[in-house]
């Protein structure tokens, strides 16, 4: 094993993986047209910094490498069957982002220990968590990480799907990687399994996914996808959830870093109704859930409950 990849375990991330730098030219055509459909809905930032998106010499001038490391977050309990369902990425108490960054920022000072300083570009950002113009499941999928299935996710085979992903571009060649192929097969569960129909086996209609319609988007959900929210209240795992891949594979994460926020496990469905404001920063200041804002929690909460009616 590599020196990167052997310092990465080391660290706690779960898998390691490295792919030359370049360009991804077929993505680039594909996103393009998936931008042109307006697929990607109120997520405007999409549509900027399309060349570093599709280049991460582009984005980091000088990178060679392309670093990509996984952290499984299965939980190790699941909320109340009744309550209103929250992503699992979601459950852990710290939001996955500062867990990610701060380990790659310890990767990123060994690799300089053993490389020296020029192994990075010091002047400019040079490691992603879920917050920059990168394409991080195709560069997990380049670095023989998974494969990214029908259902847009990217799949481990000894993970499965649930894994937070980090990138760290390096300026010197490395020992490359070979790209996993899909393995998801004839299998369809995923296309099915989506009640607001957002996945086609190609791609993913943003405008109809629950995780989009209940976070990023900023305007109350739609009547039409009330009934079809499945109990969702803040993301979804419906695609993950019947994946063959999870249903095997899927392993409680042992990583203190991901321990699931107690009022996950404990409200039930009237409590996450009763949830004040105070309340709800008290309990999420440093978690994920703090990104859609108490008023679009609540306003999907009540779109559960129009459901009822």
Known sequence: MNFIKQTALSLGFDACGIAKAEALSDDAVFFRAWLDQGKHGEMHYLERNFEKRIDPRVLVSGCQSVIVVLMNYFPVSLQPKTAPKIAKY????????????????????????????????GKLQH????????????????????????????????????????????????????????????CSLCLEACPTKALDGVGLDARRC????????????????????????????????????????????????????????????????????????????????HRAGYQKFKSNLNALQNNEV
């Not at 852990?92 to 020296?116: A, F, N, R, S």
């Not at 490691?127 to 394409?135: E, K, Y």
Request: overall charge negative.
């Open 210 to 289: 629950i995780s989009y319609l209940t976070i990023e988007s900023k305007i109350e959900i739609p009547d039409v996808f009330h009934a079809q929210l499945s109990n969702y209240v803040y993301g979804c795992d419906i695609c993950g959830d019947v994946c063959p891949w999870n249903r095997k594979k899927s392993k409680p994460s042992q990583h203190s870093e991901f321990s699931v926020q107690p009022t996950i496990l404990s409200f039930d469905y009237e409590s996450w109704f009763q949830l004040t404001e105070e309340q709800y920063r008290q309990f999420f200041q440093h978690s994920a859930i």
């Open 90 to 121: 979601a459950y852990p108490t710290l939001d996955y982002h500062w867990v990610m960054k701060t380990k790659l920022v310890e990767l990123e000072q060994k690799l300089i220990e053993y490389y020296g300083s020029d192994c990075v570009n």
């Open 127 to 186: 490691s992603f968590v879920d917050s920059a113009p990168v394409l991080e499941r195709r560069w997990a999928e380049r670095a023989g990480l998974g494969w990214i299935g029908k259902n847009m996710q990217l799949i481990h085979p000894e993970f499965g799907s649930f894994c937070f992903i980090g990138v760290l571009m390096l300026n010197i060649e490395a020992d490359y990687d070979v790209p996993m192929k899909s393995r998801c097969g004839s």
